[in-house]
């Protein structure tokens, strides 16, 4: 924006930024919240009654801080949408790339598992006597990376969030909470991943006398980018002579939902060692410099430059 203004640049479009609330659901589940509810996915007041950890309202959340508008989700309508991000993996860095044209994006399922044992004491209880919910923890999150190796290359299982209970040097657990999040670009692969899972998690525990519930946190399935979109983005980058290539999204992002109303794709720029989600986490100026002018250069041509010089 700061760019348009210097250069006295007008286009026929207006250019909007969009700072969607609660991309990663780190305090409210599901994730990518208001994306989802602009692209109608959930309900605004279903978004409001969602809770945190503290059992503050989201909604409350919102008039909190100034945000809680009234204008319908989804009123404005736009003519394309792009988003620019870190790729959160190490490819684009591992082949010495520029800029990814981000032309689909995986599915996945964030699944809530809960498991119940008898809370009991560690010295005294013998091992063929227990209901140890953390061993059968322990054993389901090796059941979720199996999944995810046998249904195909590509697909991915992850266990990242764990509460055990009572969390005591010397006891036995008797209950565990942990999340499962399945990933895959191909969305029978997803759901007969999820179905794999859970088949087998549940036998597991029967042969462990644990009790076991699950529970949906989210998810998506895989998403296809406009193609129209990916094509702006690729000619942007080929033009200003940045070195690219096409690749999928790993991770969840608002233009996947976004993408169900809008015209929308992603570009991304590389990072150091493909780390993300961690305080390592790490781009170089140049990579920051690329992406920003391969998305300058989009808007711009989707926009329709009115006046003053590009």
């Known amino acids: 924006m700061r760019t348009l203004n210097d250069h006295n640049i007008r286009t026929r479009r207006p250019i909007v930024i969009a700072n969607w609330t609660n991309e990663e659901g780190a305090r409210f589940a599901p994730s990518m919240l208001a994306s989802g509810v602009f692209a109608g996915v959930y309900t605004r007041n279903w978004a409001f009654e969602r809770t945190d950890a503290d059992g503050i309202r989201f909604g409350d959340a919102l008039a909190q801080i100034g945000w809680k508008g009234d204008e319908r989700a989804g009123a404005r ?147 296809t980018f406009d193609p129209g979109c990916a094509r702006v983005l690729r000619g942007a980058a080929q033009r200003l002579g940045y070195a690219h290539r096409d690749i999928v999204s790993g991770a969840g992002h608002d233009a996947c939902w976004v993408n169900k109303t809008t015209p929308a794709a992603m570009v991304m720029c590389p990072c150091v060692g493909g780390l993300s989600h961690n305080e390592a986490e790490e781009i170089y100026p140049q990579w920051a410099r690329a992406g920003a002018d391969v998305l300058l250069h989009a808007a711009l041509e989707a926009a329709g430059v009115e006046s003053g010089r590009a």
Not at 204 to 223: H, K, Q, T, Y
């Open 77 to 223: 309508k736009f003519h394309a949408y792009f988003e620019l991000h870190i790729e959160q993996g190490p490819i684009l860095e591992a082949e010495g790339a520029d800029i990814g044209i981000v032309t689909h994006g995986q599915g996945l399922i964030w699944t809530g598992v809960t498991l119940r044992g008898t809370d009991s004491h560690a010295g005294s209880t013998p091992m063929d006597m227990r209901r140890d919910a953390a061993l059968g923890m322990a054993r389901l999150v090796l059941l979720v990376n199996e999944v995810a190796l046998r249904h195909g290359p590509g697909n991915k299982g992850t266990v990242g969030h764990v509460n055990v209970r009572p969390n005591s040097r010397n006891v036995v657990a008797g209950h565990v909470e942990f999340t499962v999040d399945l990933r895959s670009a191909d969305p029978g692969a997803l759901q007969d991943m999820d179905a794999d899972f859970r088949q087998h998690a549940a036998e597991i525990c029967a042969g462990m006398n644990l009790d076991i519930a699950f529970e949906d946190l989210g998810g998506f399935d895989p998403v």
